[in-house]
């Protein structure tokens, strides 16, 4: 737990007043709790946890459950309207912003999204339901994602557009090249 919150203040750039830093605290402390053994030594601090959340998310407004699968050096740009649901997996060096849901699509029904390696959720972003987001993947703000994005994609609109990032990228290069009076290749 504190190597991770080591980690995790290094990520909030040594900042404690950063909200998604103290859902960071009580996030890691409920993943802690699970690793003591004993169901009498773990109540004490299973009640703490059930104590600290609710006021976390008050405070806050980022509903980040201990059940979540998190990567390493996960961050919360801007605070507010976060909700991730308890069956999520994030990979590593994720930014999330403010308004973003990442959960289920239906109600009653099991499978919540994986997110990959260095994916960037823009502001009032949605990402439902069992599907899988690739590394490197950007999600523009207030896109409603509800099918895989492959890895090195960006992700806008309502649904969802997929653009491939190579495509882009080559775009602006040749765009480039002809602003500057250069031939295209």
């Known amino acids: 737990m504190f190597k991770n919150l ?4 290094q990520t909030y750039d040594r900042d ?13 402390f409920g993943r802690w709790r699970y690793g003591i053994r004993s169901r ?16 976390s998310e008050i405070l806050t407004g980022i509903e980040l459950p201990c059940e979540v699968t998190l990567g390493r050096r996960f961050r919360i740009d801007h605070f507010g ?5 308890g069956d999520v997996v994030i ?3 994720c930014v999330i912003r403010n308004g973003v849901t990442i959960g289920l699509r239906h109600t009653g029904v099991r499978g919540a999204p994986v997110l990959g390696n ?7 972003a949605k990402i439902l339901g069992p599907i899988h ?3 490197d993947v950007a ?8 099918k895989d994005v492959p890895a090195n994609s960006i992700a806008v609109g309502i649904p969802a557009r997929i653009i491939p990032r190579k495509e882009r990228e080559a775009d602006h290069s040749e765009t480039l090249l002809m602003a500057e009076g250069g031939k295209n290749p």
């Open 6 to 9: 080591r980690e995790d203040w």
């Open 16 to 28: 404690w007043s950063r909200q998604g830093m103290w859902v960071m605290v009580v996030y890691r």
């Open 40 to 55: 009498f030594l773990r109540l004490p601090f299973s009640f703490l946890y059930k104590l600290l959340k609710p006021v």
């Open 81 to 85: 309207g976060v909700i991730v649901s």
């Open 91 to 93: 990979g590593d060096d």
């Open 118 to 124: 260095r994916v960037d959720v823009g502001a009032g």
């Open 133 to 135: 987001i690739g590394d």
């Open 139 to 146: 999600i523009g703000a207030n896109a409603v994602v509800i």
